[in-house]
């Protein structure tokens, strides 16, 4: 199934987009969510682990969460706001 | 009310949604952006936000306060953008009819909104810029 990941503040610069698409078989999870986009980009791997998921605008705890065609997902990075 | 804005933020417009007559204390915060951070001189701040579920979030931590202390009302402004030194990134008005719950729902809701509203700050500096993150909690 086809997986839509909205990123923000500076995945956004490193992904050089607001979202990024992956490939998923079925029964996909957060794990080959994150996995996938660690490959993709090397260089945000520590921004990446520090994130959190975000799945129809609730957090998510964990990563064995197995993702639904047509979930938003959301990468949320360690938040600032305030 | 739960609102993101682009523009200049207002206390009297938190202030005067959460008023009535039996309310006894009105609480308010505001989060202000100041000029030096980490040793460093600011010169201006950047936020972004997930707008749907930072609304969802800051929702579901007033509905925690409303739920735990007698309150009257909580409204949140948060503001996103470009800020200037001085401008009010956030306000925060809670009110109730005695001052302790009010007081302590008002700590709770800015330290709660900090660690989990997913809310971006990126600081910009003469020679440099970062996106920060708030202390965890």
């Known amino acids: ?82 | 009310m739960i609102e993101i804005w682009e523009k200049t933020l207002s206390l009297d417009t938190v202030i005067t949604k959460v008023s009535a007559p039996h309310v006894g204390a009105i609480s308010t915060f505001s989060g202000i952006v100041r000029n030096h951070n980490l040793g460093k001189s600011v010169r201006y701040l950047e936020y972004e936000c997930y707008a749907a579920m930072a609304e969802k979030e800051m929702a579901t931590i007033r509905d925690y306060a409303l739920q735990h202390w007698a309150l009257h009302d909580i409204a949140i402004i948060h503001r996103v953008g470009r800020l200037e030194i001085g401008e009010a990134a956030v306000v925060i008005a809670v009110a109730s009819a005695h001052r302790e719950d009010g007081l302590v729902a008002l700590k709770y809701t800015i330290d709660t909104l900090k660690a989990t509203v997913p809310i971006w700050k990126k600081e910009y500096w003469a020679d440099g810029s970062m996106w920060l993150e708030n202390c965890c909690g």
């Open chain 1, 1 to 82: 199934m086809k997986i839509n990941v909205l990123v923000f503040a500076q995945l956004r610069e490193y992904f050089g987009s607001t979202h990024w698409q992956a490939d998923l078989p079925a029964s996909g999870t957060l794990n080959d969510l994150q996995k996938g986009m660690i490959t993709a980009f090397p260089d945000a791997e520590a921004v990446i682990l520090a994130s959190r998921f975000a799945v129809n605008q609730r957090y998510i705890q964990g990563l064995d969460h197995v993702l639904q065609a047509g979930d938003e997902i959301a990468l949320i990075p360690p938040v600032s706001g305030g």
